[in-house]
């Protein structure tokens, strides 16, 4: 730098102005890096954490139904609701990824080619294949529901679709869209996520699982279907993958270590303390024990879906933060992130 150019630089208080920021010295006090955060923070709209949410309970009700029917168990009114509630979701999860992208060529653009070493790349392929096996699985079970008309042809091809081989089949791709959502956004720079990467996946698989299992509670209490071997065998179901998703939390916790912080946070708190465990874990968990009894099984239906879904959005949330400071960041890219002999995850 000349000595004029330093001169221009040097301001009345004796602070320099830099190219790189011209407010640098008035607003960087401990944040480094010149106040500004080293990495971009996800643009996601509130579309891809709900997104998130109906992707999982789609994964978790096909799991579920699955393998009832592997086992055996024999409930038409809940394959019916689990087959439905797939294609639901799976007709609603492709339009809230597109509504976020902004345009629908960016979906088609990443069909185009598949990645396997690419969360990306394998969750857009897994959303549209799991998408067209649940249609093909519901459109089957819609001609065995008369939806299609009494006697023609449409529904006499229907009935070739072998909706229970689809089914297993499926299965390991479903499995895929439930889990691949939070190995997607481990395989990035966010600390908070980043850090994660181990239990990332294996925890939003068991709170789809969670929401799954409620919604379908949920259903077959307010249509007052399913056989009661099935509604006490979702009881059981739903207090055991709580105290799992319970567990992965906790070791989610222990793993991000002092990245976790922006979880605890005046804005994300509300979501993953009040919302996530209190509300969608500790709560939901209480009701389900003792005499069941249906008020109190769809309260806590409710719960549970309710905490699956701040969960998501705590997550989304949590992340932006955790890009935007500095300190976190370069604590995290400077090496103490790695695994260190006192830990016990």
């Known amino acids: 730098m000349s000595e004029?150019?330093?001169?221009?630089?040097?301001?009345?208080?004796?602070?320099?102005?830099?190219?790189?920021?011209?407010?640098?010295?008035?607003?960087?006090?401990?944040?480094?890096?010149?106040?500004?955060?080293?990495?971009?923070h996800a643009h996601w709209t509130w579309q891809i954490p709900v997104y998130f949410w109906i992707g999982g309970i789609g994964a978790g009700v096909h799991l579920f139904s699955t393998i009832a029917q592997i086992l055996g168990h024999k409930d038409e009114d809940l394959i019916r609701a689990s087959r439905y509630t797939v294609l639901g979701t799976m007709i609603l999860s492709p339009v809230l990824l597109i509504w976020d992208l902004g345009r629908p060529e960016r979906f088609y653009n990443m069909l185009r080619v598949l990645k396997l070493r690419s969360p990306m790349s394998t969750q857009s392929w897994s959303v549209f294949a799991f998408g067209t096996l649940s249609g093909l699985i519901s459109a089957r079970q819609a001609a065995d529901d008369g939806l299609l008309g009494d006697d023609n042809l449409l529904v006499r091809l229907v009935k070739l679709v072998p909706a229970r081989f689809l089914s297993i089949l499926s299965l390991p791709v479903g499995l895929n869209v439930g889990s691949n959502t939070g190995n997607l956004i481990s395989a990035?720079?966010?600390?908070?996520?980043?850090?994660?990467?181990?239990?990332?996946?294996?925890?939003?698989?068991?709170?789809?699982?969670?929401?799954?299992?409620?919604?379908?509670?949920?259903?077959?209490?307010?249509?007052?279907?399913?056989?009661?071997?099935?509604?006490?065998?979702?009881?059981?179901?739903?207090?055991?993958?709580?105290?799992?998703?319970?567990?992965?939390?906790?070791?989610?916790?222990?793993?991000?270590?002092?990245?976790?912080?922006?979880?605890?946070?005046?804005?994300?708190?509300?979501l993953f303390v009040g919302g996530t465990l209190i509300g969608g874990i500790l709560a939901p968990f209480a009701l389900l024990f003792g005499k069941e009894s249906r008020p109190k099984s769809i309260l806590a239906s409710v719960l549970a879906l309710a905490g699956g879904l701040a969960f998501r959005f705590a997550i989304i949330k949590g992340g932006r933060i955790s890009a935007d400071d500095p300190e976190a960041y370069f604590t995290f890219a400077s090496g103490d992130s790695a695994p260190q002999p006192e830990d016990k995850v």
Do not use: C
């Open 188 to 270: 990035t720079s966010v600390p908070l996520w980043a850090r994660n990467w181990l239990f990332m996946g294996p925890t939003f698989l068991a709170s789809g699982l969670s929401t799954a299992l409620s919604w379908l509670s949920l259903v077959l209490h307010l249509t007052h279907s399913g056989e009661k071997k099935t509604m006490h065998t979702l009881h059981r179901a739903e207090k055991a993958t709580i105290l799992i998703e319970a567990g992965l939390i906790a070791a989610s916790l222990i793993r991000m270590s002092k990245w976790s912080k922006p979880l605890f946070s005046r804005e994300v708190a509300p």
């Open 4 to 40: 004029r150019t330093r001169d221009q630089a040097q301001q009345s208080n004796g602070s320099v102005e830099t190219s790189h920021h011209p407010a640098t010295d008035p607003e960087r006090k401990d944040k480094g890096y010149y106040g500004i955060p080293p990495i971009k």
